[in-house]
């Protein structure tokens, strides 16, 4: 960890982190390496009890809105995403991540939106495609038409439809519109 950099786990709190690959090399250009990323996040997610509510990979980072994990301290779980990432894509390289990440505690709705819409805008600031949607490798799909990805997110489709999994939600229906309602 850089010197005199403060983290602040174990507070509760959501947390926006960064992280690079190494030296800032493009190990993410490949789509097979973007989804290796994304099935160590989903493992990690259910190993750990991490809650995400939103993602994006980059070519050379990766930037994640994260809670706290259940079952470990959020530097484990990290710890364990980039391990099982590099483990699979490192090749001949010596390193594949940088040491270090960013982490910045979220303390309210302000920040959480604005650091989820700086994820999802990320890869269209970038140049790297026209609208949040055409960027397959983050949530923004999910939270915009609640479209199942390869990472269950914390937002209000996936909660509903854990509620009906559960049996805790009427199932969903149509509701009829009033051309289709007969006389």
């Not at 493992?43 to 079952?71: K, N, W």
């Not at 990290?78 to 391990?83: A, D, I, R, V």
């Not at 600031?125 to 479209?147: H, K, V």
Request: net charge positive; proline share 4%; glycine share 8%.
């Amino acid at each position: 960890m850089p010197w005199g950099l403060k983290r602040f786990h174990e507070s509760g709190q959501t947390h926006f982190v960064t992280f690079g690959c190494y030296h800032r090399r493009p190990s993410f250009t490949e789509a097979s390496a973007k989804y290796a990323f994304e099935a160590a996040l989903e493992r990690v997610r259910r190993s750990f009890g991490l809650r995400v509510y939103g993602y994006v990979v980059m070519p050379e980072h990766v930037h994640l809105l994260i809670g706290e994990p259940s079952r470990a301290t959020l530097a484990e779980a990290l710890k364990s995403l980039k391990q099982g990432v590099s483990r699979r894509l490192i090749g001949d390289a010596e390193h594949f991540w940088q040491k270090w990440y960013y982490d910045f505690n979220i303390r309210n709705d302000r920040q959480f939106v604005e650091k989820l819409r700086y994820i999802h805008r990320n890869p269209v600031n970038r140049g790297l495609c026209e609208r949040a949607q055409d960027w397959e490798w983050s949530s923004f799909r999910q939270y915009a038409a609640g479209c199942g990805g390869r990472v269950e997110i914390e937002s209000e489709w996936a909660a509903r439809k854990r509620e009906r999994a559960t049996g805790r939600l009427c199932p969903a229906m149509e509701l009829p519109h009033s051309s289709q309602q007969k006389a």
